[in-house]
């Protein structure tokens, strides 16, 4: 990944990787319990609601 250039975009994105593995977490032990990482739980609750990755609205 490249380094940002203004250092607040290098801590944004820090935490939304934090936040984006606490929301798999989550999504996995709640509802999907798929056992799998971050991808794994995302393309899951994807599928499971009929989302197809990398589609835009």
Do not use: C, N, Q, W
């Not at 994105?13 to 990482?37: K, N, P």
């Not at 991808?39 to 197809?52: F, M, N, R």
Request: cysteine-free; glycine content about 10%; overall charge negative.
């Amino acid at each position: 990944m490249a380094k940002a250039r203004h250092p607040d975009v290098g801590l944004a994105a820090d935490v939304l990787d934090a936040a984006l593995d606490d929301l798999a977490i989550i999504l996995d032990g709640l509802f999907l319990r798929t056992g799998a990482g971050r991808s794994g739980v995302l393309d899951a609750y994807a599928a499971e609601h009929s989302i197809k990755v990398g589609a835009r609205p």
